[in-house]
């Protein structure tokens, strides 16, 4: 591990708004636990609405929803630190007292989050994981973790580049009937961008961009959003589809065109 990393992990133990746990740490009753249940009464100090970002990368949309929202409590979860640090520089530097950071595997979320206390969840341009269902953040198997911790009919949000993530979404939501809504595989297009229902406001997924969504939209990608409620009840199923391949490497960050035949 190269000294830059290891001087952000120093950092961020010092940082009060951090939070770390691996695997081990869990298996040995990491004090982190303690903090299931108690996020508003604890690290809060208000009853504010909680709502998480999963795979939260360098922080920014995390902080940059805290700011916007001051009267929402936002925890970004990601398991890459030395990308972690980033965000919560920017939350101690700014003094933001409405902004954490978990550092954890995302499966894991049951262990830090009691039931029903958790309102909502952003999901912004994790990898489609295109050759393995179970590690997509979309998949029933996460919805199933999700609703351990969420709120019946709480709303999940995605923000996508990927085609094949943003398909596989819509086929897991219609196979099992959750309620859409909002579906649109161009954000920024304001005709064909249309909530379907008061309750998700595009202006909310418009208004703030991510490290990597303005390097898509820079190549010429178009960003894709979907939100969703997740019930508790009901069995979920995956989707029996056959789904083409980005053509294009979304987590490697690296765009490479098709080539013309």
């Known amino acids: 591990m190269g000294k830059n990393k290891l001087k952000k992990f120093a950092e961020m133990e010092q940082m009060s708004c951090v939070f770390q746990c691996g695997a081990r740490e869990v298996l040995a009753d990491s004090p982190v636990l303690a903090m299931k249940g108690e996020w508003r009464n604890q690290f809060f100090h208000n009853d504010h609405p909680l709502l998480l970002e999963l795979g939260c990368g360098h922080g920014d949309y995390t902080v940059g929803l805290a700011r916007v929202y001051p009267n929402t409590n936002y925890i970004g979860v990601d398991i890459k630190g030395a990308r972690m640090w980033q965000g919560a520089k920017q939350a101690t530097r700014d003094g933001l007292t ?33 050759k393995k269902a179970t590690k997509r953040l979309t998949s029933t198997y996460f919805m199933e973790r999700y609703r351990q911790l969420l709120r019946d009919g709480a709303t999940i949000h995605l923000k996508t580049d990927s085609p094949f993530l943003y398909t596989y979404t819509r086929a897991m939501l219609e196979v099992n009937h959750l309620p859409v809504l909002c579906d649109t595989d161009d954000l920024y297009n304001q005709q064909s961008a249309v909530s379907n229902q008061q309750s998700v406001r595009l202006e909310d997924a418009r208004r703030l961009q991510t490290h990597y969504e303005h390097q898509w939209l820079e190549r010429g990608l ?36 098709q080539a013309n035949n």
């Not at 499966?107 to 999901?123: H, Q, S, Y």
């Not at 939100?227 to 199923?237: F, I, M, N, Y």
């Open 222 to 257: 178009t960003i894709k959003y979907l939100a969703w409620q997740l019930p508790k009840s009901g069995t979920l199923v995956e989707p029996e589809i056959e789904i083409e391949k980005d053509t294009y490497r979304s987590y490697g960050r690296n765009y490479v065109p």
């Open 98 to 130: 409405n902004v954490a950071f978990l550092r954890t595997n995302i499966e894991m979320l049951p262990n830090f989050f009691a039931t029903d206390e958790v309102d909502g969840l952003w999901i912004t341009f994790p990898d489609p994981q295109m």
